[in-house]
């Protein structure tokens, strides 16, 4: 639908989803992954691909956003990635109609400092959210188990509450597409 750098030029909504994480964790693919179309949101393979807020329709009036990714290590200034940060913790705290907000932790790196920082800042804010772990692929199948485990109980959820997708392959979708067509049907 559009994009924009601040909350506030964002159109309504009924009901929003919200897709954050570490920049390169593989927001913008798994949007992509979810609605089935390759082009939907701009993927790169060098992080900070993502500044702006990048509003999509998901139907009947809901919508979903790709957020610009924290914890970039690139070129840009401190400065720069201030700005990007504030534009997604302003839009976490004032964006009227987001029900649900989808954290994705790197499944084959596990939950980093930032990651962990993030989820306690949304856990005492009580904006319901969902850790997702991507690029399932990545991780060998042998390790798979102990991985999940690991991912849970250092995220501090129950390893059935963590959602494991890979854009790449197509694991874990339908799961997560439900899980964000039932937080945007209930608002
Ligand atoms: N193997 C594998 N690679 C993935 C998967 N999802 C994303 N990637 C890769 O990870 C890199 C980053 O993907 P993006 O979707 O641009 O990540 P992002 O979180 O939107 O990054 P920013 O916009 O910079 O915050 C790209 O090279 C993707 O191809 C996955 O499921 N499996
Ligand atoms: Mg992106």
Known sequence: ?????????????????AVVGRSNVGKSSLL???????????VSSKPGRTQ????????E?????DLPGYGYAGTVSQATRGAWRQRMERYLLDREG???????VDGEVGPTRLD???????RGREVLFQIVATKHDK???SHRQKRKRELAERSGVDPGEVVWVSAEKGV????????????LNRA
Request: proline fraction near 1%; aromatic fraction near 2%.
């Open 61 to 65: 009036g809901t919508t979903v956003v």
């Open 139 to 141: 991780v060998k199948s």
């Open 98 to 104: 987001l029900v649900l907000t989808l954290l994705l």
């Open 52 to 59: 702006l807020l990048n509003v999509f329709a998901a139907g």
């Open 116 to 122: 962990l920082e993030m989820l306690g800042w949304l």
């Open 32 to 42: 992509n992954a979810l609605a089935g179309k390759r082009d939907l949101a701009r």
């Open 172 to 183: 874990g979708l339908d799961r997560l597409r439900a899980v964000v067509r039932d937080a």
């Open 1 to 17: 639908m559009t994009s924009a750098a601040d909350v506030d030029r964002l159109p309504e909504t009924r009901a929003e989803v």
